[in-house]
């Protein structure tokens, strides 16, 4: 059956066509129109490089009337997303988005959004952290923020990032979730570079959201308060029950994503995208661009007879860790790591190490590649598996300083 | 408006965690008299936030929403545009807070919120010190005060909020004092007829933090009118109005008492008057007074003033 | 329309006595002269725990379970309608 596509710059056809809308534009402005398309009721942002072609371009929908909610244009990011708990507290949909330095300014108010389990959602561009100012791909921005109790999402595709703003509010707007959601994607690699999406009507969004309905809100016929003091064991079970949210997320995130490959006809991955793992002995794990680039790399090596595949940690919070085991039943496992905890590893090689505990003996070896959005092509990409597998490497490699003596 | 007069609505419940004697429940009674039920309380960390007493209850019978520190008029932002979506245009929405969340690390979000013109009354009720936490030194502690971080008393003198506040041009400013409950009661009565944001700052006097019996607290905020340590206005369309005694201050028609006659009545300047009076400090506390008044004299005296 | 929500978060709901009763805090207490009232309200508009309750007929009666002693009441009424008084020990 023949599909026929109608390529528009800027403006989506109103109303409900049989034909497929697809726009190429950055990453940017296609979270931008996702979030719009969402309908919040409250934007709360602040400008930095480089989110700030996604606030400028709901701004352009401010003024074309195509947004019709609240978007406040506040004085800092600490005061952004301060602002827009604030507004989910009353029991409206909320976004924002940020990066880097405005990520970290928000630190406070994300644990606050996370255990007050409002689901406030977010675009974060990865962006390295100062000093000095730098301002290309580094995911060490997000990665420090794994213990707000947000959930995180890692994209890879203009595509990817319109499909997960949406399913973003839809999970965290799901009773048995209740939690904010941050979607991550690559500092100019993804935001500032065009690539083509496939938008689904304004109507087709409308009917897949669905009115918020909150699980608390402020409210003068209801009065209560939020956020006073708490002893002890009632603060552990605050906690819990956040956890118990992120194991629901766990089990709702593949539903998630199954339903939307129903009704869009797109799959972008689960907690996990595989690529070729299926009869792999080393599968490649990496996050983000990265991920997105290994795929070239791993077709390549298959070309030169390496049984190898690729999982695309899409999920970081919550944490595939049971997926991640089935992972490496009979495949060793190299990670590729675009952040450092200085003072141990890379996160996502730590994690996945930690979820194999007492549970597999697969050998996992570490790559850091790409700090300071250093460049990482699939030559990079190839290059680490090939000094990785068969289980060569004993330590950490930073990819591209001096071999460590092994 | 008489004291008889006031409304019967009580949004404080008794049985509260605050302090016996405490400014800021008297305060808040008042202000809950003028806003009615259909208001939402935003609260940062301050005195307040533990008066609420502890979860799962609350002494407040008004919905609150508690923040962080330094994002009471930011959250109030979030929460006004939230229920003005919902098309709640009537509720109003207030945030409530010390001095420290508004002077200092409250500074930011509040000026934001003022320069975006946002729809809600900003309290903020002033103790001098940062009280929640242990009398500590905040921008708006006088010169000379004694607080657990500035033992010797204070060496720098302190913000005018209120000046800075005036200059954001917004439409309504005022300073009151809980000592001067009919006066408050206006004000915030005024401030909930007015479209955008308004600011009032009202005088608490703090027993445990201000060392002075605990019944005194309304004898503490008439003294600071009486002496001009504070002052009562009202800041509407660009035009300044002093209220009461401040008026007449302003106006010359009486001297105020010296500083000292207030001061005197406070632990935390004891050691102004003993072992022997420090008279350098005792003038410069009276000097930056005086300044004030002068500066409100150049500015609003007879410029097409009530 | 007073409803719980179904969320453990920390929301709070309101209730009288929250911190139990305060009346337990008091060293001195509050005695009350209907006789000398002049119903000026002054007590009840300047009691910090609004433990002074305001009566239909503008006198006021005090709530003893929550009234915290601090004396204000006694101290800004301008007719000692109000005394205050060393509770008994224990």
Sequence with gaps: MCKRMQCKSNNLGKGGTTMKNIIINTGNYIAAKAAVMAKPDVVAAYPITPQTTLVEGIANYVASGEYKGEYICVESEHSAMSACIGASATGVRTFTATSSHGLLLMHEMLHWAALA??????????????????????????????????????????????????????????????????????????????????????????????????????????????????????????????????????????????????????????????????????????????????????????????????????????????????????????????????????????????????KSDAKVSGFIAGLGGKDVTYNHIEDMCKKAIKGKLKETVWYGFEEVKK | MAIKDLPDTECVLAGNAACPGCPATMGLRIVFKA?????????????????????????????????????????????????????????????????????????????????????????????????????QRSGATPLGAWTTTTVGGKTEVRKEMGDIIRAHHLPYAAQACISYPEDLYNKVKKAKSIKGPKYIEILAPCPPGWRFPMEKTVDMGVLAIET??????????????????????????????????????????????????????????????????????????????? | MRKKYNVVTSISYPKEGAMGKTGSWRVFKPIFSKDKCVKCLRCWIFCPEGAVKKNKDSSVSIDMDYCKGCGICANVCNVKAIILEREEQQ
């Design chain 2, 35 to 135: 806003l009615g039920k259909n208001t939402v309380m935003v609260v940062p960390a301050c005195c307040t936030a533990v008066i609420e007493s502890v979860y799962p209850n609350t002494s407040f019978d008004i919905p609150v929403m508690n923040i962080a520190f330094e994002a009471a008029a930011a959250g109030a932002s979030g929460v006004e545009a939230g229920l003005r979506m919902q098309g709640k245009k009537d509720t109003t929405v207030f945030a409530w807070a010390g001095d420290g969340g508004t002077y200092d690390i409250g500074i930011q979000a509040l000026s934001g919120a003022i320069e975006r013109q946002t729809n809600f009354i900003y309290i903020c009720y002033n103790n001098q010190i940062y009280s929640n936490t242990g009398i």
């Design chain 1, 117 to 358: 389990r409002l689901p406030v959602i977010m675009c974060n561009i990865n962006r390295v952290v100062g000093p000095g100012w730098n301002i290309w791909a580094d995911e060490n921005d997000s990665i420090s923020q794994r213990d707000t109790g947000w959930i995180q999402f890692y994209c890879s595709s203009n595509q990817e990032i319109f499909d997960t703003v949406i399913q973003a509010f839809k999970l965290g707007e799901h009773k048995d979730v209740a939690l904010p959601v941050m979607i991550n994607y690559n500092a100019f690699i993804l935001s500032h570079t065009s690539m083509p999406a496939e938008i689904p009507s304004q109507k087709e969004i409308d009917d897949y959201l669905g009115k918020y309905q909150p699980l608390w809100r402020i409210d003068p016929e209801n009065p209560v308060t939020f956020g006073n003091i708490i002893m002890p064991a009632d603060y552990e079970k605050v906690r819990r029950a956040m956890q118990d949210a992120h194991e629901n997320a766990k089990k709702l995130i593949p539903e998630i994503a199954q339903d939307w490959k129903k009704k869009f006809g797109r799959f972008n991955g689960d907690l996990i995208e595989k690529y070729r793992c299926e009869d792999a002995e080393t599968i490649l794990l990496a996050m983000g661009a990265i991920a997105a680039e290994s795929k070239v790399s791993i077709d390549n090596l298959r070309k030169d007879g390496y049984k190898i595949g690729l999982a695309r940690i899409r999920t970081f919070r919550p944490f595939p860790a049971e997926d991640i085991v089935k992972l490496a039943k009979k495949t060793e496992l190299i990670v590729i790591d675009r952040n450092i905890s200085c003072g141990y590893e890379g996160a996502l090689f730590t994690e996945v190490k930690s979820a194999l505990y007492n």
């Design chain 2, 228 to 306: 001009g340590a504070w002052a009562l206005y009202e800041f509407e369309n660009e035009k300044m109005t002093f209220n009461g005694k401040s008026k007449l201050i302003l106006e010359k028609k009486i001297e105020p008492k010296p500083v000292e006659e207030w001061i005197k009545y406070q632990g935390r300047f004891k050691h102004l008057f003993k072992p022997t009076r420090d008279e350098k400090t005792l003038k410069a506390i009276q000097d930056n007074t005086d300044i004030i008044w002068e500066r409100y004299r150049a500015c609003y005296l007879n410029k097409n003033n009530e």
